[in-house]
């Protein structure tokens, strides 16, 4: 018998409970604690170890840490439950030119950006844009605006993690009155605020302490448990839905099995499909992924993740949306209790069509991905608290290295107080969430892009970009409910597309034709940033 089958027959014979996945997520999140404290022990107690590591990741590490930081419950538990309720066009809306998009932004942008924080001591956007643009004001107009779009960010991720620990702990307290719902796929699990508030007080725990080091350590561990265990998930349920005495068999069978109107995207419009393809650019303008460029040891070191990192969505993102879409086949047992929720559909069939033991594995997996992202982003707007509010206008040496460490930890903690806060109220789909926030950074892409390569970018033209941008964005997220309507769309020409579409053309006007008819920077500041083109 292979090994699937005899990983399929051991799941077939206990039934699970939700006791055994709580004990083994509990270990996983003390094992991430000990990380977090073994990190601190290396830490120098300076400012720039804290906040980058001293400069000191390599290629392996920067691939683990960046891919990790980009993987989040938006591309688990949110490609799940779109394509289970959209179907596989899923993948082709953002998977299939995150790899390739995502990896021309750490070639075009992060390496050129690198190359600024070397040589002038950047640790932060605002820092450089304030630069480049010789501009105080740009750092008051950025930093809101990107602390903003971070928290839906972060949102997703507290969101997602407390869904997946209520749902694969389901039945392991069944004397706790408190922990019942209506639901028989959450009743008497760890209710979601309660798992949501342990899984960032682990994630605070090793930030704080190991800093930039911990979190890339943490990232590049749980990157290794998730897309490994991500396997072992999606062979398991596919030979538990197949029935059949191989994988390919089994694959097949499923993919007959999926209905029309899943297998296609037969019910959205050309344009409304491609416009998606602005989404990943969103990369571009990531505060935490800049923070994580910067940690880089050479230019070298981005090598390896611009080659590897479409090979690793892949990796990620195919077994997710299959497995939401074969949810919608009939192959799916009578008592697995499909959930309403489409953000519990990854973890319902995970605790329903296996072992506890291997349930739980896979849970750890899952949340893996969840936090992976979470730290990097609380490091980062701790950094750019740090960094573009407190030193900036405390006035420059006013704090000691240690005060400034300081700092960034007690605003971490103010964010992920105020994160976990917004996570109690109604529950948003974990997909529609991320497309908006991604839809935000991305359309500030052109002035990222006009900054490292464009002589002729303006302070008013920047400022235009990031009014137009923000004013854009919000009128659209107001017109969709703010986020009610999934399925928004604008039109645009006479085309249907996304929001992002109308936004990143908005931004682009604005940055373009305002600079053009403004002041040229000052040669002293071209000659800084275009050295080489003097």
């Known amino acids: 018998m292979n090994l699937p089958l005899l990983i399929a027959a051991e799941a077939a014979k206990t039934p699970p409970s939700g006791l055994t996945q709580f004990w083994i997520i509990l270990g996983y999140l003390c094992l991430l604690v000990g990380l977090g404290f073994f990190a601190s022990r290396m830490f120098t107690g300076t400012k720039s170890d804290y906040q980058l590591a001293s400069h000191s ?276 047992p009578a008592n697995v209790p499909i959930p309403k929720n489409p953000n519990a559909v990854l973890t319902v069939l995970v605790k329903s069509l296996t072992s506890p033991l291997l349930g739980g594995l896979l849970t750890a997996g899952i949340l893996a991905a969840i936090m992976s992202s979470l730290d990097s982003q609380f490091l980062c707007i701790g950094t750019m608290f740090t960094n573009d509010i407190a030193t900036h206008y405390g006035g420059k040496g006013r704090f000691t290295d240690r005060q400034e460490v300081m700092l960034t930890r007690g605003f971490i903690i103010a964010i992920v107080a105020l994160t976990y806060w917004f996570s109690l109220y109604e529950a948003k789909s974990v997909f529609t969430l991320g497309v908006w926030c991604f839809s935000g950074f991305a359309s500030l892409f052109p002035l990222v892009l006009a900054a490292v390569y464009w002589r002729g970018l303006t302070k008013p033209g920047a400022y235009a970009c990031v009014i137009a941008t923000i004013a854009a964005w919000f009128y659209l997220f107001r017109e969709s409910g703010y986020g009610k309507n999934r399925s928004y769309a604008i039109d645009l020409f006479g085309y249907e597309v996304m929001p992002v579409a109308g936004i990143f053309l908005a931004s682009a006007a604005a940055l373009v034709g305002v600079s053009l008819i403004t002041s040229p920077p000052k040669e002293e500041t071209l000659r800084k940033f275009f050295a080489e083109r003097a």
């Open 57 to 332: 990741i390599g290629p392996f590490l920067l691939l683990m840490s960046i891919f990790g930081t980009t993987m989040t419950a938006f591309a688990l538990l949110g490609s799940t439950g779109e394509a289970f309720k959209e179907g596989v066009g899923v993948y082709g809306m953002l998977a299939s030119s995150s790899g390739i998009i995502h990896s021309l932004c750490f070639f075009v942008v992060g390496i050129r950006l690198w190359s600024f924080g070397k040589r002038y001591g950047y640790a932060t956007q605002i820092q450089f844009f304030r630069d480049r643009l010789d501009s105080d004001l740009i750092g008051l107009l950025l930093f809101p605006i990107l602390v903003s779009l971070v928290i839906p960010y972060l949102l997703i991720g507290v969101m997602g993690s407390g869904t997946v620990i209520q749902t694969m702990t389901a039945g392991a307290f069944p004397d706790v009155e408190a922990f019942k719902t209506d639901s028989p796929a959450t009743s008497f699990g760890v209710p979601k605020y309660l798992g949501s508030l342990v899984v960032c007080c682990v994630v605070l725990s090793y930030v704080f302490f190991g800093g930039m080091r911990g979190t890339a350590w943490a990232n590049a561990f749980q990157t290794i448990v998730f897309m490994v265990l991500g396997v072992v998930t999606f062979c398991v349920i596919a030979n538990r839905l197949g029935g059949e005495e191989s994988l390919l068999a089994n694959l097949r069978k499923l993919g007959e099995a999926i209905p029309p109107e899943k297998a296609t995207r037969m019910e959205m419009s050309k344009t409304k499909f491609f416009s998606y393809l602005l989404i990943p650019l969103s990369v571009g303008m990531f505060p935490h992924l800049f923070q994580h460029w910067l940690t880089a040891k050479s230019a070298k070191s981005f090598r390896l993740s611009v080659v590897a990192h479409p090979l690793f969505i892949m990796i990620v993102w195919v077994p997710c949306v299959l497995i939401g879409v074969w949810a919608t086949t009939d192959l799916i």
